[in-house]
Structure formats: C-alpha cells, structure tokens
C-alpha cells in the first residue's frame, strides 16, 4: 500500500479549503466524537457522503458516513483502507465504539492515515444536515453536480426509473405516503390514480396488505418484488430503499396502457433504488432541518449557539440587522384557566409573517414564542419601523385568530445574528411588561415600558426580603384568606393603583362606589392601614404588587 501522504487529499488543506479542524469548530461539540487523526486535523474536507455498500465508490476529501458498518467488523477495516487509497477527510461510524477491536480499527486508520469519527446522539438523518450545515458555513465550495437528477429532486428521479422500466412509478415513504411520482401521460389504473390524487395510498389498500404480511416481505427483502397483474390492476414491481440497515421507503413500478416491462425493468429498478437511497435521506433531512433551525436558533437565542450553523442551516444573512420579537398572551392567565394550545399560537407566526415578506424562525418558549427576524432595514430607523409594523400586524392578525389578546414584545434591532441573543432579552422583558400592565396597548419595545420594567425588577429583588410579620397588608391577608374572602386584598390594591380614585377603582372592580368605601372602612378597622401615610401606603403596593398571581410569595410572607 503507498504511502498515505502520497494519497491524493491527504496532508495540508490549502488556505481557501475547509479543513477538519474548521468543520468541528463550526459545528460546536457533541456533533461528532474524534476517536484518531493520523494525518491531524489539517485535512481538507469538500463534502459529506453516506457510503452506499452495494456502491462503494469514495472520493477524494469526502467525510463519508458509514452506516450500517459495524466499527467492530472486518467490514470496517476495509472501508478505512478503501477511504485511504482515495483520499477521502475521514470516516465517520456509529456510536457503538468496538469492544474488543478498537486497536486494529486505529491501526487500519494509522496506516490508511485516514481520520475516524464516532456519530453521538443525532440520527444519520440529522448528521447529514448538521455537517452539511457546518460546510457551508465555513466557506466551503459547492462540489460539482453529478449526472443524473439532483439531489433530493424526487420528482426527476421518478420520470428517469419510469423511463428505464417502461411504465408509471411512485416513490413512497414507509408510511405509504407518495412522496413523488413520474408524469407519465398514459392512462393510468384506478389504484395509482387514487394514490395520487390522495397523495398516499388509499388507507383500505395499505390495511389489507398490512394484513396479508405485504410490508413485512417487503421491509425485510433484498430484492425486488413481483405482483402479477391482476383484473384491472396490471402488473407491478416494487423495491425497498435503504441507507445501510435502515428502510427509508420504497419505489413502485406499474404496468401501463396495457403494455408489459421492460424485459430489463427488474434490475433497473434494484439500481434506481440504490440511487435513490441518497435522494430519500436528502428528503427526510429537510423535513428534520426544520427542528434543526429551531434548535440552532433556540440554542443562539439563549447565548450558547453558533450564528454560522444557523445562517447556513435556515439560509438567514449573519451580518445583517435583525431582530426579536416575543409573542404571548395578552394576559395573565388565572390558575383555573385551561392550558393554552400552543399550537394556536405558533402555528399561524411564521405563515403570517412570511406572507408579509420576513425571514424568520419561531422558537416556541412555553406558552409564548419567539420570533427571529431577519434581513432588517440597514438604517436603524427604518429597521426599527419595520419591528413595529410587523409586531403589530401580528399582535392584531393573532388576536383575531386565537380568540385571546395577544401582545409582542420588540426587541432592540441589532447589527448581526450573532448578537440575536441581546434582542431576546429585551423583547422578553417588553413582553412581560406589557402583560402586566395591560391596557389597550399590543407592542412595546423597552423604551417604552421602562417604569414598569424597573418595577418588576425591584419586586424581584424583593422577594425574598423578610419583612416583619405584622404589616398592615400582613394582618388585612390573613383576615381575608378562607373561603369567600379576598375582596378586601383586591379592593385595597385597585384603590392604591388609582391613586385613591374611589370611582376609578370601583369601576375596575365592577362595584359601586358606595361599596367601595364600605370596603376601605373594613380594611382599615381590620388592618390598622394608615391610608394617609406615605410610607404605609408604598410598602402596602410593594406587598401587594408581590403577591401578584405571577410572583410566588403571598400578602403576607
């Protein structure tokens, strides 16, 4: 065997290439575990690939994904040395790592000088779209189109096999749902026709070959499998796809206008669904990219994540204005209210905000969400415009939707992804604001709702002060708690926020006025609370602004 350094790819990657090194920077920790690098991390890296067993071609500075290789087998050792010979970065196994033969994989990787990764707790699916990610955020140059239908292009794919086997084809998931199918203008049967128009196979159909062990044969066959025609259904042909051990779908092939196969159409189907193995697992890490955006923009958000893997994952500019808005409930739910559905929430945001042309990803945040916009006005005027135009167009657009007050907290634009988690911060604080206070305002950036921010942060570093035990409100608690009590609490805290407005606070109370001031003259007899104290009266609102339904202390703690 030659010398690995005389391999191609193998040594220093050149200053404009990726090398391991980036790569694993980018991505951050836990993607991927280094077992050994013979040839250091310097190696250049131009692509990720799934190694396909039954084609087991490697290129040059490829970080091929070998699943379905046990890392303890001979086959292992094999797939180190043919990743040598042609250069590729390294070879990444699953999290299984070999008992008893973890050094002969070392030495194979020594003398192919070839890197060994270990997988960690992502599905290959995940993998794939996480360094892939990682990639393109590092700069790396797109590698050039293979022959054939791109990527992912399911659609393409289905009218090359019905092509090369002579008749109509579908492409599946494992859940009988059609994920692509040829346009082929002949007549079809009533059964293909009713897969597709459904978009799955009629649930019927799937049923009664559940019952007759059809999935079973299928999911557990290395081979194609031949239905004859039967009546109007004419002849077919079926094969599973799969990336190393495990079944991603399946591509069927029908007979049409009465027409045979191709006397080839078996084994160009047994190809297609080698090749398609690739396009399927491309599709289902679209489908896992979108949880991906939500936990790279989560992680960003709360000042742990990298704004590289999130600009390349969601395909957001890094160093442009953005932006958060935090979108919640109006008010305060009661602690008898039914739980939100958080769903009627986040659903309708980023529909409603892509319709009106923004880039975002919503991150759900219990029972309110976050919203990253992106791509922002670069004056700081016209971004902040573009904020509050959108924040109240959601604010009014949600209401309407959910049924319920809905209110956006606006935070500070600022200049780049990377510092998303500031505007986090301050949205969260404007929202949390605006729900307390209420009122018919819907948005609000800091600025705006400063003293009531500077009041919940001196009742939060009040609340674990000790007061003494015989304060006014203290004694007024305790003589209201118990059944049917609470009004003299409440009647006393909607007279203090209005300034000792006897008519402004019975009307929030829905009482009359007259109800009122019997009330303050209990108050007082029961509590001792001298209303024109300024001092009893300030620490009468700190006690009572604690013991809001929000906080956790009571009157009187």
Known sequence: MA???ERPGWGAAAEHEVTLERLLSVVGPGALELDTAPGGLAVAVGGVAVLDVLDPAIRPRELVLAVGVA???????????RAGDAGAAGVVFGPDRPEGSAGALRAAAREAGTAVFFRTWYRWDELVVVLRAG???AGAASSATAPGPALGDLDALADAVAALVGGSVTIEDTESRVLAFSSTEENVDEMRRLTILGRRVPPWRVAAM???GFFRALWTADDVLHRRAQGDNPERLVCAVRAGGEV????WVAAVGGRPLSPNASQALR????????????????GADSRLVEDAARALLEDRGSAEVLAARASLPALEPCAVLAVGRGVSASADAPPD??????GPLALHCAALGHRVVVVPAGGRALVLVTALDQDPEGAREQLTKLGTSLAERLSVTTGTPVRAGLGEVVPALARAAESRRSAEQALRALIRTGGDRTVARVADVADTIGVLRVLEALRDLELPPGTSVARLAASDAGPGGGHLVKSLRAYLDHFGDVSAAAHALSVHPNSLRYRLGRIT????????SPDARLLAQLQLRLADPDGEAEPGS
């Open 341 to 346: 559905d958080p769903s009627r929430l986040y």
């Open 71 to 81: 890392a303890g087998s001979p086959q292992a050792v094999d797939v180190l040395r």
């Open 135 to 137: 990639l393109a955020a």
């Open 248 to 251: 991603l779908g399946s591509v």
């Open 271 to 286: 190809a297609a669904s080698r090749e398609a193995a690739a396009h399927l697992l491309h599709h289902r890490t679209r």
């Open 525 to 532: 007899a029961v509590s001792a609370l001298d209303l024109g």
């Open 3 to 5: 010398d690995a350094r």
């Open 210 to 212: 559940r019952d007759a």
